[in-house]
């Protein structure tokens, strides 16, 4: 990290901000303060070793009368990418695979359920006001591309359901584009898919 790069929002306000009022900043930003939760050491060793940080909190919730509280762990992934974007579309790719294959390997170790990766996670973020090579090149299958199939694997190794947006290409309806979230079981099969209206192909765009 370089000298003058910020690590993050709380550590600049814990810096900065005396520590009386350092409570109420935060709960103004994040809301009423929940508890912290520990990692097993070997997740906190793959994270390190991997350079990845983790982070848990527990949120409650309100008492059901007809069903019993259960415990529901989500993990939220937030990534970068591993090779220059010069580099081919399918190695970038398969960096990524590999990349997010450890981070879920950890979320498995922590005992997560459900695991949401970030927003066309298979790919540079690359959406802009027009469809320009290469960026849509690492469009594929939600039904069956390279990525999907990548998750439904992982998903049966860890019993987790997964959350997997990608740049998806629809081959049956005309090769449109769509931002779209693949949702698959804990068993590996593709439950659905969500599209968003964020690219230019499909009605208003506006970024």
Same mark, same amino acid.
């Given at each position: 990290?370089?000298?003058?790069?910020?690590?993050?929002?709380?550590?600049?306000?814990?810096?900065?901000?005396?520590?009386?009022?350092?409570?109420?900043?935060?709960?103004?930003?994040?809301? /009423?303060?929940?508890?912290?939760?520990?990692? *097993?050491?070997?997740?906190?060793?793959?994270? =390190?070793?991997?350079?990845?940080?983790?982070?848990?909190?527990? #949120?409650?919730?309100? *008492?059901?009368?007809?069903?019993?509280? +259960?415990?529901?762990?989500?993990?939220?992934?937030? $990534? /970068?990418?591993?090779?220059?974007?010069?580099?081919?579309?399918?190695?970038?790719? =398969?960096?990524?695979?590999? +990349?997010?294959?450890?981070?879920?390997?950890?979320?498995?170790?922590?005992?997560?359920?459900?695991?949401?990766?970030?927003? @066309?996670? $298979?790919?540079? #973020?690359?959406?802009?006001?027009?469809?320009?090579?290469?960026?849509?090149? #690492?469009?594929?299958?939600?039904?069956?591309?390279?990525?999907?199939?990548?998750?439904?694997?992982?998903? /049966?190794?860890?019993?987790?359901?997964?959350?997997? *947006?990608?740049?998806?290409?629809?081959?049956?309806?005309?090769?449109?584009?769509?931002?779209?979230?693949?949702?698959?079981?804990? =068993?590996? @099969? @593709?439950?659905?898919?969500?599209?968003?209206?964020?690219? *230019? +192909? @499909?009605?208003?765009?506006?970024?």
């Amino acid at each position: 990290m370089a000298a003058n790069e910020i690590q993050s929002l709380d550590s600049v306000l814990e810096k900065h901000v005396p520590a009386e009022e350092l409570a109420e900043v935060k709960r103004i930003l994040y809301g /009423k303060p929940v508890e912290t939760l520990a990692f *097993p050491a070997e997740a906190s060793q793959s994270a =390190d070793s991997n350079d990845f940080e983790l982070a848990g909190y527990q #949120f409650s919730a309100a *008492p059901e009368q007809e069903r019993d509280p +259960r415990i529901v762990r989500i993990g939220l992934v937030q $990534n /970068k990418i591993v090779l220059p974007t010069s580099a081919p579309v399918a190695e970038q790719r =398969d960096a990524l695979h590999r +990349r997010i294959g450890v981070i879920t390997e950890t979320a498995a170790k922590c005992g997560v359920n459900v695991i949401c990766y970030q927003e @066309v996670w $298979n790919m540079p #973020f690359a959406f802009c006001t027009r469809e320009k090579l290469p960026w849509t090149q #690492f469009a594929e299958s939600a039904e069956d591309g390279p990525t999907t199939r990548f998750c439904q694997q992982l998903a /049966k190794k860890h019993n987790m359901v997964i959350i997997s *947006p990608i740049l998806e290409r629809d081959s049956v309806h005309g090769d449109i584009l769509a931002n779209t979230a693949v949702v698959i079981s804990n =068993d590996g @099969v @593709v439950l659905g898919k969500s599209r968003k209206n964020h690219i *230019p +192909r @499909v009605g208003d765009f506006n970024e």
